[in-house]
């Protein structure tokens, strides 16, 4: 049995306080939901976008009423909920149970839903009818796809029928085989020709990932259409962390750019353990939790 010293457990209880006071003071009052157009305003009026990926209800329920502006079903489940090496083996059906959840828990957040491998790459037919999917059958509000030059086509093809379309450059995760890894993208000319194709095909907003800062400034400036930073600076119009790795839950990649914003993943495991102890030590349940 793994103990817990009640240092730790004093240490557990302020944490979940500390918590609770800041997620209170984030809280806003009252909201109306995040729409589409708030993108494009957020961009003009120089208010910087907040995404965060979520998977189930109960995380976009506490990340929405946290005031996020947008939800993103990301391909990440293959890696964080399923713990493949790659987001590759992700599947349509996946992602729209997904997506349901995740809407079921949201009132006022974004949600957008990304297409995974292999569901937009063939035709842009066979994009729409897969981004219509994520729409009716995953409720998202919007899809995700990756590439620029390549996908814009399909980005078209899909904003014609009146789907919001956020584009994704840069370290593109479905592209991994191709450039031989998780590696920073420098290209500054074909990003910036992405950039503007996936923009000219009519997408809403772009997700620039893992390029340097000055290049994405540089992109940022370029665009009417907002940027969504994930390890790209601080220039960028907004930024999106992966659930897992903002709470310190994840620990089998840790890019450079990421910031454990509270280390939830620590508290889990101290909280297992304080558990383990108390029904060890007859400790719980107590009086307070049993039934006469
Ligand atoms: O798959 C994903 O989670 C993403 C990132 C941008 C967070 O696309």
Do not use: W
């Not at 976009?60 to 993103?72: E, F, K, N, R, T």
């Not at 919007?142 to 379309?165: C, H, M, N």
């Not at 990932?209 to 009417?224: F, G, W």
């Not at 495991?269 to 102890?277: D, P």
């Amino acid at each position: 049995m793994s103990g817990i010293n009640p240092k730790s457990k004093k240490n557990l209880g302020s944490a979940h306080q500390e918590l609770a006071s800041a997620v209170e003071s984030t809280n806003p009052p009252s909201r109306v939901p995040f729409t589409k157009l708030d993108f494009q305003k957020a961009k003009i009026q120089g208010k910087k976008i907040s995404v965060i990926t979520a998977y189930d209800y109960t995380s976009a329920q506490l990340l929405d009423s946290a005031g996020i502006d947008c939800l993103l079903v990301g391909g990440s489940p293959g890696m964080v909920i399923q713990g493949q090496s790659d987001a590759l083996s992700v599947t349509m059906e996946q992602m729209i149970y997904h997506s349901r959840c995740v809407r079921q828990g949201t009132k006022n957040a974004f949600v957008v839903t990304d297409l995974p491998f292999m569901t937009y790459q063939v035709s842009p037919e066979q994009a729409l009818i897969n981004a219509g999917q994520l729409i009716q059958s995953g409720r998202a509000q919007g899809v995700k796809l990756e590439g620029g030059i390549r996908s814009a086509a399909a980005i078209s093809k899909i904003t014609q029928a009146d789907i919001p379309v956020m584009g994704h450059i840069g370290l593109t995760p479905q592209s991994i085989h191709q450039f031989g890894g998780f590696r920073v993208q420098r290209n500054e000319e074909k990003l910036i020709n992405d950039a503007l194709a996936v923009q000219d095909s009519g997408a809403f907003a772009l997700v620039l990932e893992c390029i340097p800062a000055e290049l994405a400034k540089t992109i940022t400036s370029r665009l009417t259409i907002p940027t969504i930073g994930i390890g790209a600076g601080p220039h960028c119009d907004g930024q999106v962390l992966v659930f897992h790795d903002l709470l310190g839950m994840f620990s089998d990649l840790k890019p450079k750019f990421v910031k454990i914003f509270a280390a939830i993943g620590e508290q889990i495991k101290q909280a297992a353990q304080l558990y383990q102890q108390e029904i060890q030590s007859g400790t719980y349940p107590d009086t307070e939790h049993s039934f006469r």
